[in-house]
């Protein structure tokens, strides 16, 4: 049984920063695409990066290029983005997925729907 559980999460003033994690059981995440979306009230949930270690893709949505940085460990099978400058508006609810089905096709464009698990969610607050 797959399961991704995000943390890390929580409260922090503008300009602030915070390292989400999210631990997987039962897949292995050097072999799919994983990516990290976000959902703010009243507004679509959204790509923020993503990762397919095995073919050495990255990518990160425009708004939080040169901020964020997406990375994996494999030993311990566990996702992580570290978010530097945070801003207000990336406060949201963020959620770790993944794609195990054609996971070099890992890329911002990628179809959320074809992302086939997904953790919980941690809440980001930032505040200004």
């Known amino acids: 049984q797959v399961q991704l559980v995000e943390s890390g999460g929580g409260s922090v003033q503008a300009g602030g920063s915070l390292r989400l994690s999210c631990v997987a059981s039962?897949?292995?995440?050097?072999?799919?695409?994983m990516g990290w979306f976000r959902q703010a009230p009243g507004k679509e949930r959204e790509g923020v990066a993503g990762?397919?270690?095995?073919?050495?893709?990255?990518w990160y949505a425009d708004s939080v290029k040169g901020r964020f940085t997406i990375s994996q460990d494999n030993a311990k099978n566990t996702l992580y983005l570290q978010m530097n400058s945070l801003k207000p508006e990336d406060t949201a609810m963020y959620y770790c997925?993944?794609?195990?089905?054609?996971?070099?096709?890992?890329?911002?464009?990628?179809?959320?729907?074809?992302?086939?698990?997904w953790g919980q969610g941690t809440q980001v607050t930032v505040s200004s």
């Open positions: 990762i397919y270690s095995l073919g050495g893709n990255e």
């Open positions: 997925a993944a794609a195990w089905r054609s996971p070099w096709v890992c890329s911002f464009s990628r179809p959320q729907a074809e992302f086939d698990y």
């Open positions: 039962g897949m292995r995440l050097s072999s799919v695409c």
